[in-house]
């Protein structure tokens, strides 16, 4: 059975970090890209950022690059996003998802398998 086990999440002020785990089992993390994608209150799913874990290459949507960092432990199978510098227009629910590459970048990636999402809220 895949599962993705999202935590981290919370409540946060504008400037603080936060950084989600995604825990992952029933599939061969090595062979997957493994991406973190958000929905804020009436808004449509946006990518995050990904990872290629078979040769670690990384993509981020423009609104996080240079704030959001993704890592991969292969030895836990678990994904990694460090959030700096939040900002208000971070609050969202935050899935973590898999799918067989992220080879187009975040606005093109299509994953198989989703976790259950953790809030993260950012206050001003």
């Known amino acids: 059975e895949v599962q993705l086990v999202e935590s981290g999440g919370g409540l946060v002020q504008a400037g603080g970090s936060l950084r989600l785990s995604c825990a992952t089992s029933g599939f061969t993390f090595n062979d997957h890209a493994i991406g973190w994608v958000r929905q804020a209150p009436g808004k449509e799913r946006e990518g995050v950022s990904c990872?290629?874990?078979?040769?670690?290459?990384?993509h981020y949507a423009d609104a996080v690059k240079g704030r959001f960092t993704i890592s991969s432990d292969y030895a836990k199978n678990t994904v990694y996003l460090q959030m700096n510098s939040l900002k208000p227009e971070d609050t969202a629910v935050y899935y973590c998802?898999?799918?067989?590459?992220?080879?187009?970048?975040?606005?093109?990636?299509?994953?198989?398998?989703w976790g259950q999402g953790t809030q993260v809220t950012v206050s001003s």
């Open positions: 990872i290629a874990n078979l040769d670690g290459a990384t």
């Open positions: 998802a898999a799918a067989w590459n992220c080879l187009f970048g975040v606005s093109k990636y299509r994953p198989d398998y």
